[in-house]
C-alpha cells in the first residue's frame, strides 16, 4: 500500500488527497512543483520522460493533471505496487505487481526519474528501507523521494498529535479505544500493534543516510519540517 489511498469503509473520513480543495492536497499540490521541475528539466534535455513511481498510483498524479494533461505525449508512467491497479489511461500509466524493495526489479533497465510519495514509511525495517531506497538510485538518472517527518508533532496516518512518540504497545491499546485517522478501530491488540510497528517515520538524518547522493529538502508548517525530500535533480 502506498500513499494512504486504499479504499475506505464507509465509516472513515473521506480520502482527502481526492479532495483538492483540501489542506492535504494543497501541500501535494505544493510539492508536485519540485517534482514538475525536474520533469521540465528532463523535456528540455530530451523531449521525453519516462517515471517510474515506486508504490505509487495513477490518482496519486491527479496533482499534476494540468501539467501531466499538458505533456502526455511526452510522459509515461510506469507504477510498481503490491495490488493490482487499472488505468484509466493505459497509454499513459503502466501498472506492475511487484516489490518496490526487490534487488532484482526492473534488472537492467533505468528511468529518467524515479518517484515515491510516502512510501518508504510503510515498506518494513531498516533493511527493507535501504532496499528501497538503493532501488530508487540504482533506477533512477533522477530522482525524488517524499516521507513525513517524524519530529513533525502531528502524526499523518493516525492523524494524532505525537502518536509516533508513543510507545507501540500503547498506541496499539488506542487504536483499539478509537478510530484513528484512516483505520478502523481495532478489536485485536495483537493485529492493532502490527499494524502501527508497520509505519515507520524517518528523520532528516535518516533521509540523509539511505540518499547520500540527493539534496535534502524540509516541508515547513509554521517553522517546524512537516515532510522530508530526498532530490537528485
Given at each position: 500500500m502506498a500513499d494512504a489511498e486504499r479504499a475506505a469503509p464507509s465509516d472513515l473520513p473521506r480520502d482527502p488527497y481526492r479532495d483538492s480543495k483540501s489542506l492535504e492536497f494543497g501541500f501535494r499540490a505544493k510539492r508536485f512543483l519540485e517534482i514538475r521541475k525536474i520533469i521540465e528539466t528532463i523535456l528540455s534535455e530530451q523531449g521525453h520522460a519516462e517515471i517510474l513511481d515506486l508504490g505509487g498510483s495513477e490518482q496519486y498524479w491527479a496533482v499534476g493533471r494540468d501539467f501531466v494533461e499538458a505533456h502526455r505525449?511526452?510522459?509515461?508512467?510506469?507504477?510498481?505496487?503490491?495490488?493490482?491497479?487499472?488505468?484509466?489511461?493505459?497509454?499513459?500509466?503502466?501498472?506492475?505487481?511487484?516489490?518496490?524493495?526487490?534487488?532484482?526489479?526492473f534488472a537492467g533497465r533505468r528511468f529518467d526519474l524515479v518517484h515515491s510519495n510516502s512510501v518508504i514509511e510503510h515498506v518494513g525495517d531498516q533493511a527493507q528501507m535501504l532496499r528501497f531506497a538503493n532501488n530508487t538510485r540504482r533506477l533512477g538518472t533522477r530522482y525524488y523521494m517524499q516521507t513525513p517527518d517524524f519530529w513533525f508533532p502531528y502524526e499523518p496516518?493516525?492523524?494524532?498529535?505525537?502518536?509516533?512518540?508513543?510507545?507501540?504497545s500503547m498506541r496499539a491499546t488506542l487504536m483499539t479505544r478509537m478510530r484513528l485517522g484512516f483505520f478502523p478501530r481495532e478489536t485485536n491488540w495483537h493485529h492493532a500493534k502490527e499494524l502501527v510497528e508497520s509505519i515507520r517515520l524517518l528523520t532528516t538524518a535518516q533521509v540523509a543516510q539511505l540518499f547520500p547522493?540527493?539534496?535534502?529538502?524540509?516541508?515547513?508548517?509554521l517553522g517546524m519540517s512537516k515532510s522530508i525530500m530526498a532530490i537528485k535533480a
Open positions: 505525449h511526452q510522459l509515461h508512467f510506469t507504477i510498481i505496487n503490491l495490488e493490482p491497479q487499472e488505468s484509466s489511461l493505459p497509454s499513459l500509466f503502466d501498472f506492475n505487481v511487484g516489490d518496490a524493495c526487490d534487488p532484482a526489479l496516518h493516525f492523524r494524532f498529535p505525537g502518536f509516533q512518540w508513543l510507545p507501540a547522493d540527493a539534496v535534502i529538502k524540509r516541508e515547513r508548517v
